[in-house]
């Protein structure tokens, strides 16, 4: 069964910082995406990272694919309130999509 | 365009009640599917679907049926609810299985079973 592990499970922090929050597997996945979900919503995908070791960038938000593609971070340059959600990974294999349990992230003004 | 539309947002079920959940979207999209979402443990997968016609368990399928005989229709039903199916549930749809194409999500059902 394959298991995505993401950490922190929470995450806070000031205005302006900047932060790195990771999906980890002991399985390989042909790709990884990554969502975010603001409350009351359904998540919205961010990107999706296919080849080891791609790096995407996203206006501030950075991600990174794992060389074994067992891994991924999400990296948060100056973080603003407006970055306040839930970030979820999300792979598959097999028609199957499952996430990881998310890390909450909020950003003090 | 509407995406995945979800109905209802808010139910309230006592013990033994069953309901259908809907959800519809209007893509064209190939593969459907079903999560629940409870507090600290993300979105876990119940059923999927790849077309009209075809639908397999995911991670948590116990107490859950459903159906596809339509590309833009993907009910979920609860038989005979559970205080264990106090949940929401999101429906969320994809050209394909392929996890390299995004999954559209419907607003989410807010289940409480008393």
């Known amino acids: 069964t394959q298991l995505l592990e993401q950490s922190p499970q929470f995450l806070s922090i000031q205005e302006g910082e900047n932060l790195t929050v990771y999906c980890n597997s002991s399985s390989v996945f042909s790709s990884l995406q990554w969502y975010r979900q603001e409350p009351g919503e359904g998540p919205v995908l961010l990107v999706t990272?296919?080849?080891?070791?791609e790096v995407k960038k996203l206006k501030r938000l950075t991600f990174q694919f794992g060389d074994a593609r067992k891994d991924s971070s999400l990296h948060i340059t100056a973080a603003q309130p407006g970055d306040t959600g839930l970030y979820l990974c999300?792979?598959?294999?097999?028609?199957?999509?499952?996430f990881g349990k998310g890390t909450r992230l909020h950003i003090l003004p | 365009n509407a995406g995945v539309t979800q109905t209802p947002k808010f139910q309230v079920l006592k013990t033994g009640q069953s309901m259908t959940l809907q959800c519809a979207q209007d893509?064209?999209?190939?593969?459907m599917s079903w999560y629940r979402q409870d507090p600290g443990m993300g979105l876990r997968l119940i059923h999927y679907s790849v077309g009209a016609g075809i639908t397999d368990q995911g991670e948590v399928p116990n107490g859950y049926n459903v159906s596809r005989s339509t590309t833009e229709d993907f009910p979920l039903r609860l038989l005979s609810a559970a205080p264990s199916q106090t949940s929401v549930y999101f429906c969320?749809?994809?050209?394909?299985?392929?996890?390299?194409?995004?999954?559209?999500f419907g607003p989410g059902t807010r289940l409480t079973v008393l």
């Open positions: 969320a749809s994809s050209r394909d299985g392929s996890s390299y194409n995004e999954q559209f």
């Open positions: 999300a792979g598959g294999e097999d028609d199957k999509i499952i």
């Open positions: 990272v296919v080849t080891g070791g």
């Open positions: 893509m064209n999209h190939e593969y």
